[in-house]
Nanobody, 128 residues
């Protein structure tokens, strides 16, 4: 059974940092791409970042480039999202997902008919 558990969210002041973790089980990272999404209150879900450990590729949403870094620890089956220079507009529930994604600097998209699994999310609140 595929499971994804996010952690590391919390309340931080603008300009601060947080590191989110996504602990995965039931699969290995060469089977699925790991991605981070976020959803702010009243807004649609946004793609944030992804990592394809097999291809060695990553993707970042334009608004987080240079501030967020995605990485993986294959031995721990965990993916991290280091978030620096946080802004109030980064406030959202952050979700980890695993699936049959295309993940490259060009973007993040689910392959047609591909599988997709989701964690329950972790709340990040950035205060002014």
């Amino acid at each position: 059974e595929v499971q994804l558990v996010e952690s590391g969210g919390g309340l931080v002041q603008a300009g601060g940092s947080l590191r989110l973790s996504c602990a995965a089980s039931g699969f290995t990272f060469d089977e699925f791409v790991i991605a981070w999404f976020r959803q702010a209150p009243g807004k649609e879900r946004e793609k944030i970042s992804c990592i394809d450990t097999s291809a060695g590729s990553t993707y970042y949403r334009h608004s987080v480039k240079g501030r967020y870094t995605i990485s993986s620890d294959n031995a721990k089956n965990t993916v991290y999202l280091q978030m620096n220079s946080l802004k109030p507009e980064d406030t959202a529930v952050y979700y980890c997902a695993a699936g049959d994604y295309y993940c490259s600097t060009a973007g993040l998209n689910l392959r047609g008919g591909g599988m997709e699994y989701w964690g329950k999310g972790t709340l990040v609140t950035v205060s002014t």
